[in-house]
């Protein structure tokens, strides 16, 4: 609901209550549906993301890997949902992985606990190998691949070309594991956890995100 469609809302439940002296049963249901995600924001520009015009294999993505050592990890049983981070530094630019993983092997994990990095000019690069349970989403990287954009999308809205490889990937891996792209297996990361990434400029277009990587299914 926008603010106007807000407003105007308010004001029929105001004009209800004074005239029934009741509060009806839409606008308690509408306050619920607001109350649902206390941190959804609104777009703050109007920005189409790109579409997915069909869908690649995952084979064929043409992931870069990058020899990264890790520790003890364990085997990931099932996969049911990928989770999209963004990395969230203080600077909105890109960054290595091998400087990813020293930094999560520096929180004592076993190295780099998102599954794939995303750069700005949308190349993809393999991070924690997939088949290993990652480390990016708190009490759900059991079931979830973890995806990371590089760059801050608090700050600013990720570059086309990251977000069609985004859509990209995120198709593919609902291939690889035939699960149905939907808000039940695409997520952002504050959607399972206290955290703002993928950021606040970011998020309110998850939605169509989603719609696009369901589009080619
Ligand atoms: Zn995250």
Redesign the pocket.
Known sequence: MNRREFLTTTAKILAATATFGIFPDFAEAARKDKNKNSKEVTKVQKYELPQLESLIKFEDLGIGKVNLEFKEMDVREHTGAV?I??A?LRRDVDIDVAAIHDMHLGNGWSGLGYHFIIHKNGFIEQGRPLEYVGA??YANNLYTV?I?LTGNYSLNLPPREQILAAEQLTAALCQKYNFEPSDTTIFG??EL?A?D??GNKFFPYLPEFIKNVAQVF
């Open positions: 989770v981070h963004h969230g990016h989403a973890g990371c990361h504050r956890c955290t990434c993928p």
